[in-house]
């Protein structure tokens, strides 16, 4: 089924309903929730609408120059405050185009567990850290979670360690790879549980779209088959059917703007031409991704609100977290041919939860993997110690590059009221305006947690039978997908931005939704809980509207 | 863009980097026409280093081989012998990226020529596959 293209564009002077601010992974979900609801919608996305006919299978074009990527803004990085943030050294991997991060991820599709949300209380507070509870449970997200995956498409079998749902997964797995059959042979020679890795990710065709063609090139690439559970044309396309709904692409926010009530007015933006607009709107809600959305909120200070605008706790762009991280490898007798199909058929969640056994907080899920791109493979996909180039290399590639897989690990991160986004005081982006500035740096749990999820990989491509085994070395992060916890929800204005319900404490038309909302990270794979609070906070804020208490 | 000396030193550096053996290397793939496109268009800001470093590797084959004037002129395992000295170089990692690249990328951009360099690795670019996708989920298909 083809998405209707947008028969609505609003002039930016029409006041509409609601500014949407970023078309990802939740704010799709929300446009399409308040459109449904009779809401008129503008989703102002700074990146270009590109459809699936126009993605291609080209490592240069796509990983390489960041074709998805489209970042053109800098942004510094630094450990700690002591030091003066230098651009580089870290690489913050999102996607600036209709859809974010939807369109290009690997879809791994792992529901929070009950523990996620209560740990502050169940272990005690961390010294040095803000654990906090949540102020929902896993209950009062369960009938979201279901909501995404029967809306979006998820396929899967429930594990021995899942937590409650009401329903069944709406599609099965997708069909195992030879990386899943070795993972399960070695957990299961160790004990472990090893299952069905949940992905959205159609194993069947569903609502209009085919199934996953296994084409093999999913993390990082768009998917031409629509079988990648993306916004873009899941519930973008339905958004825009209701009439009521308009993406703007090539839409750059540079500030949301407050009227003398301390109420938003709507968002001043670049538009295509880097020409200034401005959409009126009678409520904004924030959906930019978790180093987006507090930066935005940093440029939009005014006298009114000097710390950034719904930032009365000082608590917008703190407590960033990026999730924990390892990858092994190892290599087999035969080929397993990982550069087909999805990125990940299996996972075990044995070692979820927090253990003060092991001395130190932390839980996290291995997975069976590849990334067997053939140019990033040639490039760093073999054993560190041998030869990188030459006969020796040639004859080492051509053994291991269809025999080698990988077990990944992905695991908590500590909020750390250090880490933080914040605005760079020289360097501007591309538009002229002040860069992000990151400042992260690594709880010592975090890391104990990837070298002992790490050293559990290794045992599993050990047991499962590998010749030989490596490690990509864990060190400090260096590279982050997952971008949250910056503006945290929380009952109480004074330690949190949003209250339970995604509203900003401070600003009563005001809403944010999207990977800064987390109060904790949970083990990886966050976009799941991501658009479970999309859909809850949607619903919410679409009841509210409808009331006349926005 | 490159003059047909450049070339000719490009492509032996790219020769062993990924070498000729039963099976095609970077020369068979012609690698060395990916190096021209790209630096001539989307990788323009590379073109300047490359180049200068490729005068200092010539400027060292004359110092240490007197009248041979360039790297494309010496035999194989001189050449051999000058890049593990200059392993190291910012020069050599990025003609082992470059021939990297050039091997297994689209073919589209100059390199791969033939698909030769997937061919040896053993990829396929089919975009679409059906199960079974490897040895041992085969395996594990026909003992269910």
Known sequence: MRPARPAVRFHPSRTVDFVVVGSGAAGGIIAKELATAGLTVVVLEQGPRVEPPQFEHDEIKTLFQSALQNNPAGF??????????KPGQIQLLYHRLVGGGSVMFTANYWRFREIDFIERSRLGAISGTGLEDWPITYRDLEPYYTKAEWELGVSGEPGPFDPPRTRPYPLPPLPVKSSGVLFERGARALGLHPQPAPLAILSQPFNGRPACQHCGYCLGFGCEFRAKSSTLYTVIPMAEATGRCEVRPNSYVRRIEVDRKGRVTGATYFDENKKEQFQRARAVALCCNGSETPRLLLLSASSRFPNGLANSSGVVGKYLMFNGYSSSSGVFERP???FKSVTATRVLYDFYESDPKRGFYGGGAPDARSFAYPTIFALGGLPHDGPSWGAGYKRILRDYYTRTMNVD????????????????PDMKDAWGLPAMRVTYKDHPDDLAMMRFLQDRAIEILEAAGARRTWRQPVQETNLAAHLLGTCRMGDDPRTSVVDRYHRAHDVRNLFICDGSSLVTGGRGQPT??????????????????????? | MLTPDQAADLD???????????TPGA???????????SLATWAAQQREPLLHGLDELNGEVERRWPGTQRFANLAPERQLELLRAQEQTPFFQQMRFATLVGMFSLPAYGGNADKAGWRVIGFEDRYAWQPPFGDYDAEAARGR
Do not use: M
Not at chain 1, 409 to 424: A, F, K, M, Q, V
Not at chain 2, 12 to 22: E, L
């Open chain 1, 528 to 550: 799941a809980t991501i658009q479970a609070l999309a859909y809850r906070a949607g619903e919410h804020i679409a009841a509210f509207a409808r009331r006349g208490e926005i």
């Open chain 2, 12 to 22: 032996a550096i790219a020769a062993q980097i990924f070498p000729t053996d039963d």
């Open chain 2, 27 to 37: 020369r068979e793939a012609r690698v060395v026409t990916f190096l021209d496109r």
């Open chain 1, 409 to 424: 690990g992905h695991s908590t991160s500590l909020p750390l009221e250090t880490n933080t986004i914040s605005l760079d």
């Open chain 1, 336 to 338: 397993l041919n990982e």
């Open chain 1, 76 to 85: 510094t990085f630094r450990r700690s405050a002591s030091e003066t943030a």
